[in-house]
């Protein structure tokens, strides 16, 4: 089990920057995958980046570019900075952590953070 906390979330407007931040309750170093993902009111939640504990990522085609998703497993944290925000970019965030052990799953998830793109 790891507790995940979200921060750095808010209001911005379209073409600016926001760098979401997921603090862990305990070493991320052995957790398999750290990701991001989003739910927009009456949307289904998305996955938008993941990173494995080599340092592969992956971006939802509608963020590439723009997005960047980090781990710093010195610090227990994830990060994921967003450039050149649009208003459909405009959700709850969620931070996910995935571990697989004998072939079982374990996913714990965040309480999440909202960003809201608007002028």
């Known amino acids: 089990q790891v507790q995940l906390v979200e921060s750095g979330g808010g209001l911005v407007q379209p073409g600016g920057s926001l760098r979401l931040s997921c603090a862990a309750s305990r070493s991320i170093f052995s957790i398999n995958y750290m990701a991001w993902s989003r739910q927009a009111p009456d949307n289904q939640r998305e996955l938008v980046a993941s990173i494995t504990s080599a340092g592969t990522t992956y971006y939802a085609y509608s963020v590439k570019g723009r997005f960047t998703i980090s781990r710093d497993n010195a610090k227990n944290t994830v990060s994921l900075q967003m450039n050149s925000l649009r208003p459909e970019d405009t959700a709850v965030y969620y931070c996910?952590?995935?571990?697989?052990?004998?072939?079982?799953?374990?996913?714990?998830w965040g309480q999440g953070t909202q960003v809201t793109v608007s002028s």
């Open positions: 996910n952590a995935i571990s697989v052990r004998d072939g079982v799953q374990y996913s714990n």
